[in-house]
């Protein structure tokens, strides 16, 4: 038989009148499903983060590693020297450059690690800043100091800081490691050990050793010592530096080592 106009528009709609939408209830339901879910895959999230950034920092300081192999090459296998810590100020090795202006003539003088950067022995100079770097002395803070080869400071003398500390030898001795004669298991970089705000990571650092490797140590194999560093940016005593850094550099040696 065939259909009037009305029965067929009415068996048209018929399966719009029949749907259902979802309930307030439903819609809240799913919402708490998905908080749930991303509540429980933010600690995984954060994980694969700070292992990316670890491997980022690892890198850096294989890189930084290269640098030093090839300057050493070139000066009589000599390691880059520091000033700071020929002046047993351990405290200030992180620090790459020294910008002053005495006379108005401005000047700016390299030291440790910076002497890689000077003589570009670096394919970049962001090796030398960690990405999980949360406290004092970003990459941004210094960032205008590598556009132009001339900087010109405001005022007076200041530091420019990588995120690494740098040893040129072992605290409290006085003779600069040498290429050739530098142990294979010997600490020659960190991450920050400046200050309390110089870390890099929360649990832990990198430790870069003498034949090129990284070895990664914990908070608890350094202990107490970490907690003696200042935690703003004040510079303590000679002789407490040569003390504490010797036993921060030993407790984490040993636990490179293992």
């Not at 939408?21 to 991303?38: Q, R």
């Not at 605290?171 to 600490?187: C, H, I, K, R």
């Not at 960190?190 to 705000?197: A, E, F, N, P, V």
């Not at 194999?221 to 550099?249: A, C, H, N």
Request: hydrophobic content about 35%; glycine content about 6%.
């Amino acid at each position: 038989m065939k259909k009037t106009p009305s029965e067929s528009l009415r068996a048209t709609n018929r399966p719009f009148q029949n749907a259902a939408g979802f309930s307030l209830i439903e819609l809240l339901i799913t919402l708490a499903i998905i908080a749930i879910l991303f509540s429980i895959m933010m600690p995984t999230f954060s994980i694969v983060r700070q292992s990316a950034e670890k491997l980022m920092c690892m890198n850096n300081l294989r890189a930084i590693h290269y640098g030093i192999n090839v300057f050493s090459n070139e000066h009589n296998r000599r390691f880059p020297l520091s000033k700071y810590a020929e002046q047993h100020r351990y405290q200030q090795t992180m620090a790459m450059s020294v910008i002053s202006n005495p006379l108005g003539d401005f000047a700016q003088e390299w030291d440790g690690l910076g002497r890689l950067y000077e003589g570009r022995y670096l394919d970049d100079c962001k090796c030398l800043f960690c990405a999980s770097h949360h406290g004092l002395h970003p990459y941004e803070d210094y960032e205008g100091d590598f556009v132009s080869e001339k900087t010109v400071p405001t005022a007076g003398t200041r530091l420019i800081y990588t995120n690494y500390q740098y040893f040129d030898r072992q605290p409290g001795t006085n003779n600069p490691f040498m290429l050739d004669s530098v142990n294979q298991e010997t600490m020659i970089v960190s991450d920050g050990l400046r200050t309390q705000s110089d870390f890099n990571h929360t649990t832990g650092g990198n430790a870069l050793r003498g034949d090129g490797h990284v070895s990664w140590f914990g908070n608890k194999s350094v202990g107490y010592k970490l907690e003696m560093l200042p935690e703003d940016q004040t510079e303590i005593p000679e002789k407490r530096q040569v003390k504490l850094f010797t036993e921060i550099w030993t407790s984490i040696q040993l636990d490179v080592n293992k």
